[in-house]
């Protein structure tokens, strides 16, 4: 039965090994293997054979920024959770009405931001003047 | 520094049947896919299609590799590269089977076990986002990119479920090592009912459970929640810009990620290699049992009405070999000279075939269940999926902190 740390972790870094010789393989492999044949219309970004207009470094909507910040609040609660639940059943009820009132001030926020609207993404986004065009959710 | 030696051997092993199995699952999916849809599926290429795998391997690796001018090289690069590392890496902490001796030597079946692997795991998922986004972005395709956004958008939000999800069986295990997660499922209630999480007093984790499996089809980016690669809107999604070999890379993460998270759900909620009955009630006869009847029925259907070409032959031939197995486990069952291998055979199958039939309910939704519009897919998971897995896991707590010693 391994218990030292270098016993525990050694396993890891033979897998971790195993696993950049594979991926790193696979990309040298696409590198190396197979003929190569380049013209300007293979070059092209693919898109259904149309000829691409204007450029992918687009603006796009913003509600996938809110996405990302509402994720970064809620999953903090997340990791609180894991300690908590590891200690448990060494705390019992003091342990759960601890969490039920964090819980209850993050239901808070989680009602606010909905009722507000930012989970919402069937609703018409406001239009936003850029320039002389008007732009809509992407 | 027995432990190096043993390492090596247990990583060559575990990575030789993960390959297999990542080659044959999409050998499988194929099959399966084929017959919900009324199609025979592959079967050109050797008996029954079974050296598909091989040839699509050969294929992948003699398609050029197209690198376009257009994309930001250093990330295009990177991406591909990145999921398949963590999702092989994801492998190292998920245990099979208990401890066992192989002449005198004592080990884990399993390459190691952290006392924080389920965290571990979580972390190495969470960085699997940056693959998927980063290859959206890099391919500097309108396609592309908007797959890449969706994925990660999506996962992020199905993310926050998922760890709730995971929260509430752990209040059950208080801890975060799957060998100890494991050891509190073992047992019997009445003396037929299993300990696992989702029958597991003095709160059975069935809504856990089944929250757990949407969000895992989720992180997957399987149907019904494929919007990244939808194939009718965005072409393939972020993996639009890659060919050959780096094609090949994503989809051995998509597949690795499955198996990683079929396996998790195996482990916490499913008594990991646990039967599913005690062995005084006979569970030692369910794997005899079952491949008797696979070999009978091949054997039968072999010699008296094979309806393709080399059915006579491939048919009866693998009939005998699952009937070999049958034995084998028979054996193991009866004789108790073969305790040791008994030890090794049946958690293996437990656990093989609990994840297995959570891989066929992956494959089979696929074959069932239509695409999410993208505002139900975020609506889905921020407004029923979070409140209901907060509910389950006060809900857990409460009852736990109530009711157990």
Redesign the interface.
């Known amino acids: ?2 218990t030292s740390y270098p ?6 870094l ?3 090994v ?3 010789a ?3 393989g ?2 040298a ?9 380049r013209n300007r219309a ?7 054979g149309m000829q ?1 207009q204007g ?4 603006r ?1 909507s913003v ?2 920024y809110l ?2 910040m ?2 970064i609040l ?2 903090i609660e ?2 609180f ?2 300690p908590w ?5 060494e705390l ?2 003091f ?2 009405v601890e ?2 009132l964090f ?1 209850v001030l993050v ?1 808070a926020g ?1 009602f606010y931001i ?1 009722k507000k609207g930012a ?4 609703r018409e986004e406001t239009t936003v003047q850029g320039g002389s065009e008007t732009r809509k959710a ?1 | 520094m027995d ?2 030696v043993l ?2 051997i ?2 060559g092993l575990i ?1 030789f049947v993960l ?1 297999t199995t990542l080659a044959y699952l999409q050998w499988v999916e194929r099959k399966v896919l084929a017959h919900i849809q009324l199609r025979p599926g592959p079967r050109r290429v050797g008996p029954h299609g079974l050296l598909q795998p091989l040839a699509d391997v050969i294929k992948l ?10 994309v930001n090289k250093p990330f295009y ?1 990177l991406a ?2 990145l ?7 994801a ?3 998920i245990p099979f089977g208990p ?1 066992i001796e192989i002449a005198g030597v ?1 080990t ?1 079946m399993g ?4 006392s924080v692997g ?2 571990f795991i979580l972390g190495l998922t969470s960085v699997g986002v940056y693959g998927v986004a980063l290859g959206g972005w890099a ?8 797959g890449g ?1 969706r994925s ?2 999506q996962m ?2 199905y ?2 479920p998922m ?2 999800a995971l ?2 069986p ?2 059950l295990a ?3 090592s799957f060998r100890e997660i494991v050891g509190t499922q073992e047992g019997f209630y009445f003396g037929f009912l299993p300990r696992w999480a989702i029958f597991q007093m003095p709160f059975p984790q069935v809504v856990a459970f089944i929250l757990y499996v949407i969000t895992a089809f989720a992180e997957t980016n399987r149907v019904p929640f494929d919007l990244p690669e939808a194939e009718n809107e965005l ?1 393939a999604g972020f993996h ?2 890659y ?4 094609f ?2 994503f989809f ?1 993460a998509e597949y690795a990620n499955m198996i990683t998270v079929t396996s998790i759900a195996t482990l916490l909620f499913l008594g990991g290699w646990h039967p599913p009955f005690p062995r005084e009630l006979g569970s030692d006869f369910i794997p005899p049992l079952l491949f008797a009847a696979g070999g009978a029925v091949m054997l039968f259907h072999g010699v008296t009405q094979p309806r393709g070409k080399w059915d006579n032959i491939t048919l009866p031939v693998f009939g005998l070999i699952f009937l070999g197995i049958a034995a084998l486990f028979a054996g193991c069952a009866v004789l108790p000279m073969l305790e040791p291998v008994r030890q090794i055979l049946l958690p293996v199958f437990w656990f093989a075939g609990k994840t297995g039939i959570l891989l066929f309910l992956f494959i089979w939704v696929r074959g069932t269940l239509p695409r999410f519009r ?2 139900q897919l ?2 889905f998971a ?2 029923f999926l ?2 209901v897995a ?1 509910v389950n ?2 809900a857990t ?2 009852f ?3 009711f ?1 010693n």
Not at chain 2, 111 to 114: A, N
Not at chain 2, 139 to 146: G, I, P, R, T, V
């Open positions: 039965m391994p016993q525990l972790y050694f396993p890891i033979v897998q971790a195993i696993a950049i594979v991926a790193g696979l990309i492999g696409s590198y190396f293997l197979g003929k190569k044949v293979k070059d092209m970004p693919y898109e259904c691409p450029t992918a470094r687009e796009f509600k996938f996405v990302g509402l994720f809620f999953d997340a990791v959770l894991y639940a590891v200690v448990y059943r019992k009820m342990a759960f969490m039920l819980i239901l989680f909905w989970l919402d993404w069937s992407a | 432990f190096i390492s090596l247990k990583a990575a390959l690796l003699t398609k050029e590799g197209y690198v376009p001018s257009h690069f591909p590269f999921g398949v590392v963590l999702a092989l890496l492998i190292s902490v401890e004592k884990q390459m190691t076990d952290l389920l965290l391919s500097n395709n309108k396609y592309a990119l908007l956004l990660s958008a992020i939000s993310e926050l760890a709730l929260a509430s752990l209040l208080n801890t975060l072409v639009t810009e060919s050959s070999l780096k090949a890379a051995m993208y505002d975020m609506r921020w407004t979070f409140p907060v896991l006060l707590s409460f736990v902190a109530v157990s």
